[in-house]
Every structure is written in C-alpha cells, then in structure tokens.
C-alpha cells in the first residue's frame, strides 16, 4: 500500500546529466501527411532541436524530454506529488476545495494522434481536480483537420490560441519537438507562451510516464533519498527496442545517480537500444547487465518493469509473434523473485503478466496508474508556474 515519503532529496554529487538523445525524426509516412522530417524542413526546424533544459524553471518551456531534466527537477516532482497524494488522502475539505481552484481558470487541451487509456484519462482527471477547463481530443488521426492535411505544426500553432497547455501523443518521434518548436515564437492574446507537454512520440519517449514511474519506485520502496535508488537493482523485461517507456526511464534513473545495476532482459533482437547502453557504462554508476535470460537474474532484483511487445511497431506481424509469448510472470514465477519485489508495467498489458499475479502484494502496476493522476497534477503545477504549497503545513 502506498506510504507518504516525507521529502525526497538528491545528494548532489551522485547526480548525472544525461547524454543527447540520438533519436532521429521519423520519416514515416501516413496518407495525405508529410513526415516528421517534412515537417521539421517545412517550419525550419534545426535538426536534434530541443526546449530548452527546464533546471527549476518550468514556465513557459514545452516538456518533450526527460533530458530536459536535472536530478533535482525529478525530485521536485516527487515532493510535489507527494504532498497532493497527502493531500487528496486526507479528504481535509478546505485542503480539496483549494486544490479545485488552484489552476482555474486555465484550460489544457489533449491531442492523441495515437490511442490511450491511461495517459490521456490521468492527464484530464489531473486537470479537472485542479480546476483547469479540459479540451479532449482523443483522435486526432480521424476527427480532427488532421484527416483533411492539417500539419501536426499547425495544429498545434491552432490549439495553442486555445489553451495554454497541450498534451500531445503522435505515433511517429519527433512530433513533440515539431509542436515545440512551432509553438516558441507564440505569444497568446494573454501574454502567456502555449507549450506542449510529450504524451508519447513513437518509439521515442513518453517524460510524464518515466515521472509517474520513478515516483512510484520511490513510493513502493519507500525511499528518501537518491543514495537509496543506488542500492537498488532494477530489471526491465521485454521490447526494450520499442518501449519508448523504458527508454524515458532508463535515462530518467540515470540522471538521478542509477541503481546499483540495471538488468536489460530481452530476445537480443529487441534489446535497449545501444547509444543509451552506452550513455549508462560511459562514467555512469551503474553496472549494466544485458541478458535474454529472466530466470538467470530474477533473483536479485528489487523492481521488475515489465513491458509489452510493441505489436504497433513492426512492420511483419509474423516477426512480432514470434516474440510474444518468450516471457511470462506466473505466480510460479513469482516465487523466485524477492519478498519484496516492486512489479511493474507502464501497460496495457498483453500475455506477459498473468492476471492470477495481480492479488501479490508485490504486484503494483494498477497502484503505478492511480501514481499517475498526483504526478501528472504537479506537473500541471509545475507547468503553469504554481508551484502546490504544502496544505498540511498550512492549513496547521
Ligand atoms: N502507459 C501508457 O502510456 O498507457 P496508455 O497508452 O493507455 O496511455
């Protein structure tokens, strides 16, 4: 069950400062669209262009990468997410009817180029308990001018008139840092900058995830400060290639001092990708083992992140399948791993969790998407400049 941490602290001198991100921007083609990369010339779009690092200040600054972070942007995450999880748990009624007005009255518009469940729902739920106005658009491919060649530039140029804040989710990497970048010259009538918020950008990253999850290891092993994440080790299983949460968190770790170890576990064919193997053994902390065998290292590990087969991704369907039944956590399973594993999965889920583990204890993937609404509402705080006071001290 979940137990307050007091104040999450970074020690300094562990902390890292990740490496650029290779990832280049797609040249995916949809019907009737231009690429990433089309895009990108169309606007004049610098190549490996980035918001700038947000180091403290969020304001006015798009949230595409968790590069953009520094140790002590995460820990002001969890602290803050913390203290609305404390908050919203001790139903105190004044605390709840503040909470409810602290954004209003600005609006944050959701634009999913791409399906979802959990991301788009926690980030309009978030929304609401703060009190901005939600602007949904759940598909954006269909029902949106997209369908018609609308740039994911101009649409994003569009919905910056309307709402401050965008959360978009694209298929292809590349599209945050396209609405980004199209969005930095913009000033709205009410003298505030529109930014866009990364809900997911292909196999690139997903930040807000690697927040939520970094939150939730922290949450579930009760941790207080960052010279506890380093005794940890920390296995991630599956489509480690695709899985643009596992690269979102891998870095996210990293920067914040690393595990003791990380365990890539997955066929070679699907491995993490090796500029981010590289950027961890080039002067990181952590020692790194790359394996495809669960059984070998599930012993030693204290957070197994599990992650589907990213079926969407590959373009024969016949390759995909023969991926997708090499791992699988039984309660069987379950009984080589420690006592006090944190399991997790960003979800959906496919066969790779059997739902007989989810009674275990240890099993935390459904509590990791309710983590998602209080570190998705700080961030809204952080993003729009509010920082959330402390209630339980303020109201004393
Ligand atoms: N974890 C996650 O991104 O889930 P959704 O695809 O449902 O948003």
Not at 314 to 327: A, G, I, Q, V
Not at 337 to 362: C, F, M, N, Q
Request: glycine share 6%; with cysteine; proline share 6%.
């Amino acid at each position: 069950m979940f137990a307050s941490v007091e104040r999450f602290e970074i020690i300094p001198d562990i902390t890292r400062i990740i490496e650029p991100n290779s990832s280049e921007l797609s040249t995916n083609k949809r019907e009737g669209s231009l690429s990433m990369k089309e895009e990108a010339e169309r606007i004049g779009m610098p190549e490996h262009w980035r918001p700038p690092k947000i180091e403290g200040e969020w304001g006015n600054k798009s949230f595409i990468s968790v590069e953009q972070l520094t140790a002590n942007d995460f820990a002001e995450i969890v602290n803050m997410a913390t203290r609305i999880r404390d908050t919203r748990m001790s139903k105190e009624q004044r605390a709840l009817f503040e909470l409810k007005s602290w954004l209003f009255p600005l609006s944050m518009q959701t634009a999913f180029y791409e399906p979802s469940t959990r991301t788009r729902t926690s980030f309009e739920a978030a929304a609401q308990i703060l009190g901005l106005d939600v602007v949904s658009n759940p598909d954006m491919i269909r029902m949106s001018s997209f369908s018609k060649g609308e740039t994911v530039a101009d649409n994003a140029i569009v919905m910056g008139e309307i709402s401050p804040v965008i959360v978009q989710r694209h298929p292809e990497v590349g599209a945050a840092a396209i609405a980004a970048f199209a969005l930095q010259s913009m000033t709205r009538c009410d003298g505030t900058k529109p930014r866009v918020i990364n809900a997911g950008d292909g196999i690139g990253e997903h930040p807000s995830q690697a927040l939520l999850d970094i939150t939730t290891i922290i949450w579930e092993k009760r941790l207080k400060n960052a010279n506890d994440l380093h005794r940890l080790h920390i296995g991630m299983l599956g489509d480690l290639k695709h899985g643009r949460t596992v690269h979102s968190l891998t870095k996210s770790l990293n920067c914040m001092g690393g595990p003791a170890v990380f365990y890539f576990i997955s066929p070679e064919q699907l491995s993490m990708p090796q500029p981010i193997i590289e950027s961890l053994t080039r002067g990181g902390q952590s020692e790194v083992v790359v394996t495809g065998d669960l059984a070998e290292v599930l012993p030693s590990l204290d957070v197994l992140y599990v992650t589907r087969i990213q079926n969407e991704r590959f373009k024969d369907l016949d390759e995909c399948r023969r991926y997708e039944n090499l791992y699988r956590i039984t309660p069987e399973i379950m009984k080589e791993a420690k006592k006090d594993l944190t399991l997790i999965h960003p979800l959906p889920r496919r066969g790779e969790i059997d739902p007989r583990v989810d009674s275990d204890p240890r099993a935390a993937y459904f509590r990791q998407v309710g983590n998602g609404v209080d570190v998705r509402m700080a961030l809204l705080c952080c993003m729009f400049d509010r920082p959330y006071p402390n209630f339980r001290n303020w109201y004393k």
